[in-house]
């Protein structure tokens, strides 16, 4: 089984690819900042491991004992629960549906589980590790777990799978007539299967006039720095006097009243505050990690104890004492039912919904603002009010 913690990672990696095509110098100025991880990208880990199990068990790569035995070793994670073993195994099973429909044109169709592929030929020392690459009946498709669930990732114009599709063409064009790419990324959590398509040569056009030569900038720590979205992940987004000059433009309309802004500037503005108030966490929780770890001081500012809340220093004990005194267990426990997202971990979102699926509602949500990109439905605050009073 690959070990998907240590997965190896170029300079110019396919999943931070859409950060330094855009901004070049930036690939080489996050080597500046050491890679952290969180227990998110754990969870993705063990996630992308009970993958490759069931599915190299369902191809026939590994036996069913081998299979149980390495299940067996995966439950055992801290990180693990069933309802994650529910999220993968519906992503297992969606990729199975994919492979089925493959097969059923071509039936010696190619199954690369974890396979690493080499893009080398547009990026400097270029290559990641396609999850799941299949290949038959003029198709490549490349298929991508996202277990997170707090950013929906989209597979349209996606530069990580196109540059996974390029490793693909790369390594398996001479032995297979590829005509078409498909790139499709699966997030169970989210619910969502997002695919998109380009012919190959239209992908290869793509990589020899945009790719190539900025990557060979990337590369070379050369180009112009550029603020945006793709800021979200950079190792250099703490302290990066580009992003910082582009959030601090927002200064600007602090000279007009609110209310004397157009339309049109407040829904601009209402972009950048989104990023504005990333950049301002970033930055807090930068300074305060220096401080704290590397006794760095920011002129103005101290590091003091924070504001604590009392906790008993040995629950079982203070139990016994209050029960020993003549409280009841009524008394002093307080027996409540888990909130649905917890029940769900516990027990597995499958028996959750066979069990209490017709006792869940959901209220209707508290009116936001979301960019227009959003993919639920617009609804009237003045015809809703309006509805109130009828």
Known sequence: ?????????????????KRWLTCTPSARLEQEFEESTSVFAEEGTLAHELSEVLLQYHFGQISKTARTRRMNKLKKHELFSQSMLDYVTSYADLVVERINALQAGTRDATILLEQRLDYSEWVPEGFGTGDVVAI???????????????????AQENTQMRLYALGAINQFGMLYDIEMVRMTIIQPRLDSVSTDEIKADQLLAWADEFVKPRAEMAAAGEGEFISGDHCRFCRARFTCRKRAEANLELAKYDFKAPELLSEEELGQILYEAEELKRWAKDVQDYALSQAENHGKRFPGWKLVEGRSIRKYADKTEAAAKLLEAGYSEEEIYNKELLGISALEKSIGKKAFNEHLGDLVVKPTGKPTLVPESDKRPEINSVESAQADFQ
């Open 1 to 17: 089984m690959a070990d998907h913690s240590s997965r190896a990672h170029a300079l110019l990696s396919a999943s931070g690819s």
């Open 136 to 154: 038959g009946d003029n198709v490549v498709e490349i298929i991508d777990l996202k277990y997170g669930k707090g950013v929906p990732v989209s």
